[in-house]
């Protein structure tokens, strides 16, 4: 079984990415590789957002019910909005 994992697109090579097996994603609009066996949740989890009350998340430009993020395997060059409510005036 394959780590998961996150890398910033500058630290990955295309010999690493084909032994990894790993796709380029955007993260709120930065380069990042995963694993291609990566989901929501597990890529929540990754860029260390533990607390997942009032996170909203889109993959190409569709928003994700928090019920699907377990379900909801990413795919090559996804776009991947990650918005955090906070609270204030």
Not at 24 to 36: A, C, G, K, T
Request: proline fraction near 1%; hydrophobic fraction near 40%; charged fraction near 30%.
């Amino acid at each position: 079984m394959n780590l998961i994992r996150i890398m910033p697109a500058q630290e990955v090579t295309e010999t690493s990415r084909k032994k990894l097996t790993m796709m380029l994603v955007y993260i709120n609009e930065h380069e990042r590789f995963v694993n291609d066996n990566c989901n929501i949740d597990t890529l929540l989890d990754l860029i260390d957002i533990k607390e997942k009350k009032g996170i909203a998340v889109a993959v190409n430009y569709e928003v994700i019910a928090k019920e699907k993020w377990n379900d909801v395997c990413l795919c090559e060059n996804d776009k991947i909005i990650i918005i955090k409510a906070t609270r204030g005036g």
